[in-house]
């Protein structure tokens, strides 16, 4: 398994830009590039929904339509982690932001699920 731990959550007003980071510890010695990425995020009261996926290599990305434009998903294998640019935040933002990973590759597991989770970190866009 993979240890994912989140950071860079804060409060931000809206309009605002955050960077959230997911640095992963692998097991056994798997380099990080054999893992599928992608953020989540979940609201109070609401299930948690997709937000971004990065390949394996990152050479493509997916994202949902409510981000589109404004949320950009990169990784950088050499560290160990993948990032989620936030600009032009909106309060609908606000949620506790999770980052997943998998060993299926990135279309499987946004099909099936993602196998590993971050603790999360929150995400705050005041208006």
């Known amino acids: 398994q993979v240890q994912l731990v989140e950071s860079g959550g804060g409060l931000v007003q809206a309009g605002g830009s955050l960077r959230l980071s997911c640095a992963a510890s692998a097991a056994s010695g798997r380099t990080f590039s054999t893992y599928a990425m992608g953020w989540f995020r979940q609201a109070p009261g609401k299930e948690r929904d997709f937000v971004a996926a990065?390949?394996?290599?990152?050479?493509?990305?997916y994202y949902a339509d409510s981000v589109k434009g404004r949320f950009t998903i990169s990784r950088d294998n050499a560290k160990n982690t993948v990032y989620l640019q936030m600009n032009s935040l909106k309060p609908e933002d606000t949620a506790v932001y999770s980052c997943?990973?998998?060993?299926?590759?990135?279309?499987?597991?946004?099909?099936?699920?993602?196998?590993?989770w971050g603790q999360g970190t929150q995400v705050t866009v005041s208006s």
């Open positions: 997943a990973a998998s060993l299926k590759t990135t279309a499987q597991a946004m099909a099936l699920g993602y196998d590993y």
């Open positions: 990065i390949t394996r290599g990152g050479g493509s990305t």
